[in-house]
């Protein structure tokens, strides 16, 4: 099955490496998914998920 696969991580990420979204990424496209990568700089864990955040315009364009 191939699902479009939108990943989006924060570069400053303390809590989850960032590497493990570019090691995924690197799996998943070996494979032939469908599947792309947005690694957004100076954003930590959770301002991607916070909707005041200059990361979130961000997340909503990826969609």
């Known amino acids: 099955m ?3 696969q939108v990943l989006i991580h924060g570069e400053m990420d303390r809590h989850v ?4 979204s570019k ?3 690197k799996s ?5 998914e469908n599947v792309k990568i ?3 700089p100076d ?3 959770f301002k991607i ?3 005041t955040s200059s990361a979130w315009t961000s ?4 969609i």
């Not at 997340?59 to 990826?62: F, L």
């Open 49 to 51: 998920i916070e909707p």
């Open 28 to 32: 998943a496209v070996e494979k032939g």
């Open 43 to 45: 954003i930590d864990h």
């Open 38 to 40: 947005v690694i957004l």
């Open 59 to 62: 997340v909503i364009n990826s």
């Open 2 to 4: 191939n699902v479009e």
């Open 23 to 25: 090691d995924y990424y």
């Open 17 to 20: 490496p960032v590497e493990l």
